[in-house]
Structures are given as structure tokens and as C-alpha cells.
């Protein structure tokens, strides 16, 4: 992938406060490409992508393995940059941000869900929980209480005390996405949250995302492949060969 290199240098304070959010879309992809250089040439993974999610929505990202689909949520997360294009998140464009500025974004605004859980194998889901509350600024006489309540919001307070290595993979990803709400970010990204479960842990996921727009209005994009998790009012966007097929 191109480097992560920083762009032309701005101070923090020159763009919009962390915590004033415009009331603009969530999410807004603006053309956004990349490619890749090889022996052979050019490589298109992202083809003029654009496409908005208004405010306190649920989006699914679908599409065939190596569409292009993980690449381009790690775009919108910040964790990669375009070869062109811009994202806003929250009115803010991350072309903007340099590397730090933008870590300090994802702190304040985003909840990210990895496809493979990434919990520390040697903390317990209590643990994994605080670990996330205490890079958030939370203070360490709070962390115990916001940890398992969060723990509970997900079914799982009565196994704060398990390893990863001691609960399922369905009770991990509720860990991990517990992790993901430290904060109460306004933006929730998962990556395949359910490839690793079966159909039913898969459902219990997709419904706890679906109750956090509900109980605090979050907008949540799920990249997914699997067509079972989806209701019929749904709103999906379909990624093909690096390009949307449908908005």
C-alpha cells in the first residue's frame, strides 16, 4: 500500500474543535482512489469511490472477496491514505490531519471492530475494556464501573473476569465491540465482524450494533460478505472491482 506519510503540515488548532461536530453527513467519501505500483504497471484497488451516510445510520459495505471492500474502510478510518481523494468524517476532512492529528480524531470520534477480535490475550474482557477507557482520558477510579457496564450493554458483565482464550468467539467479538463504545463514539466501523461465527453469534452481533444507533444515535458502517445478516430496510452499498456498483 502507499506510504503513510504525512501531508503538508497544519496545526490542530486551525481545525474544527474535537468535540463541536457541524451537522453535516457522518461519513462522506469523495472520490476517493488508490492504486498500487508493481513490476507490471498501475494496480486500481479503489475506483473513484464516492458515496455519504447521514447521521445515526446503520450502512453495510458489500461485495466479493477482493473487491476492495476492507481497503477502502481503512481509508475512511484514516488508517490508510488515497492515492487521491478525500474523506470527511463529522464535516472533518482527514486530508487535512497529519498522522497524529488524526489518531487523535479516531480517539475522539471513532469506534473501529476488527475482523479477528485483536483483544490482548493476557487481559482479561474487563481488562481489554479498560485498556480502552484509559487511552480515552477516562480517570482510573472510573474504569472498573464504565468498563463493566459497557461489558454489560453487550451480555457479557458476568465474564469480565475470562481471558480471550476462555470465551467463545461470538463472546470475544462482544468484547471487542464493548472496546469499540469506550467513549461513545459517534462513528462505529467493523471489518467482517461476523466472519469468524456462526450465524446465530453473527445475528447477536449485527443486533447490538443495530441497538447502539438506537440508544445513542451512533451512524455504524459494517463491511460484511453475508447476505443472512441483513433485514429488509437495511441500506447497503455494493463495492466491485474497486467500484461502487449502487449508492
Do not use: Y
Not at 482510573?140 to 465474564?159: D, F, I, S, W, Y
Not at 449485527?206 to 460478505?225: F, N, Y
Amino acid at each position: 500500500m502507499t506510504p503513510d506519510t504525512d501531508p503538508p503540515s497544519s496545526s490542530w488548532e486551525s481545525q474544527p474543535d474535537p468535540g463541536v461536530i457541524p451537522e453535516e453527513s457522518a461519513i462522506v467519501a469523495q472520490n476517493l482512489t488508490l492504486s498500487l505500483e508493481s513490476g507490471a504497471g498501475t494496480i486500481p484497488i479503489l475506483q473513484g469511490v464516492s458515496f455519504s451516510i447521514a447521521r445515526q445510520r446503520l450502512q453495510f459495505l458489500m461485495g466479493p472477496s477482493g473487491s476492495g471492500k476492507t481497503t477502502l474502510l481503512q481509508i475512511l478510518a484514516g488508517f490508510l491514505r488515497p492515492t487521491s481523494g478525500d474523506t470527511k468524517l463529522l464535516g472533518q476532512s482527514l486530508n487535512a490531519l497529519s498522522n497524529a492529528q488524526l489518531a487523535q480524531f479516531r480517539l475522539h470520534h471513532l469506534g473501529f471492530i476488527f475482523q479477528h477480535f485483536n483483544l490482548f490475550p493476557a487481559l482479561t474482557a474487563e481488562e481489554n475494556v479498560c485498556l480502552a477507557l484509559q487511552i480515552k482520558g477516562f480517570r482510573k477510579r472510573e474504569l472498573k464501573g464504565v468498563a463493566l457496564e459497557l461489558l454489560n450493554q453487550v451480555g457479557l458483565a458476568h465474564k469480565a473476569d475470562r481471558l480471550p482464550r476462555d470465551l467463545s468467539g461470538g463472546e470475544q467479538q462482544r468484547v471487542a465491540i464493548a472496546r469499540a463504545l469506550a467513549g461513545n463514539p459517534e462513528i462505529i466501523m467493523a471489518d467482517e465482524p461476523t466472519a469468524a461465527l456462526d450465524s446465530a453469534n453473527g445475528r447477536v452481533v449485527i443486533d447490538l450494533l443495530r441497538d447502539r444507533v438506537k440508544q445513542s444515535g451512533a451512524t455504524v458502517l459494517i463491511v460484511t460478505h453475508d447476505f443472512r445478516l441483513l433485514d429488509k430496510h437495511d441500506r447497503v452499498l455494493f463495492l466491485e472491482d474497486g467500484k461502487l456498483l449502487n449508492v
